[in-house]
Antibody, heavy 120, light 106 residues
Framework: QVQLQESGPGLVKPSQTLSLTCTVS??????????WSWIRQPPGKGLEWIGY???????YYNPSLKSRVTISVDTSKNQFSLKLSSVTAADTAVYYC????????????WGQGTLVTVSS | EIVMTQSPATLSVSPGERATLSCRAS??????LAWYQQKPGQAPRLLIY???TRATGIPARFSGSGSGTEFTLTISSLQSEDFAVYYC????????FGQGTKLEIK
């Protein structure tokens, strides 16, 4: 059973960089059948796909966030990470990491999510 | 940018009855559509991908249909655990979600 767990600060100051890591257990991040993604959900609102990465390091970013987003992978640790720069209050959200079916681009396993609040 | 519109925003249905949720794309997404269920305080759960294929472990009472711009998620006989928010998601272009339909007990 694949499990994903997000970790990182729950509070980030405006203009700083949000950094989160997702640790994958019960399966290898190097499996060629999946992408690994970050998706967020502002409180009480809908879902927004931030970006995703393949184990080889190929990345795909939401055009609306591309200038601020970096997703990286560490296959030796079975982890992938998110960095979102120049954050504002609008970036306050629950951030989910998820495994994505590569052929169908649909997340089938999700982490529990972590709330990141942007506030001074 | 493809915009996904779900209707209705809220659907009130009695347990045991059928629920029909709609999702419309602003342009054709072929069959590149998925459905998710989300309960309060939980991550979304994949129900359907490829417009009509049930994900692993999803009960047969959940079915998806449609192609192009019009899609439907049907829950044939509502169980108490089915009351939740449902999202559609297209992946024909950059993946994006609809705004959700809240399925509540009538």
């Amino acid at each position: 059973q694949v499990q994903l767990q997000e970790s990182g600060p729950g509070l980030v100051k405006p203009s700083q960089t949000l950094s989160l890591t997702c640790t994958v257990s019960g399966g290898s991040i190097s499996s060629g059948d999946y992408y690994w993604s970050w998706i967020r959900q502002p409180p009480g609102k809908g879902l927004e796909w931030i970006g995703y990465i393949y184990y080889s390091g190929s990345t795909y970013y939401n055009p609306s966030l591309k200038s601020r987003v970096t997703i990286s992978v560490d296959t030796s640790k079975n982890q992938f990470s998110l960095k979102l720069s120049s954050v504002t209050a609008a970036d306050t959200a629950v951030y989910y990491c998820a495994r994505v079916l590569r052929q169908w681009l649909s997340p089938d396993y999700w982490g529990q999510g972590t709330l990141v609040t942007v506030s001074s | 940018e493809i915009v996904m519109t779900q209707s209705p925003a809220t659907l009130s249905v009695s347990p045991g009855e059928r629920a029909t949720l709609s999702c419309r794309a602003s342009q054709s997404v072929s069959s590149n559509l998925a459905w998710y269920q989300q309960k309060p305080g939980q991550a979304p759960r994949l129900l359907i991908y490829g417009a009509s294929t049930r994900a692993t472990g999803i009960p047969a009472r959940f079915s998806g249909s449609g192609s192009g711009t019009e899609f439907t998620l049907t829950i044939s006989s509502l169980q108490s655990e089915d009351f939740a928010v449902y999202y559609c998601q297209q992946y024909n272009n950059w993946p994006c979600f609809g705004q959700g339909t809240k399925l509540e007990i009538k």
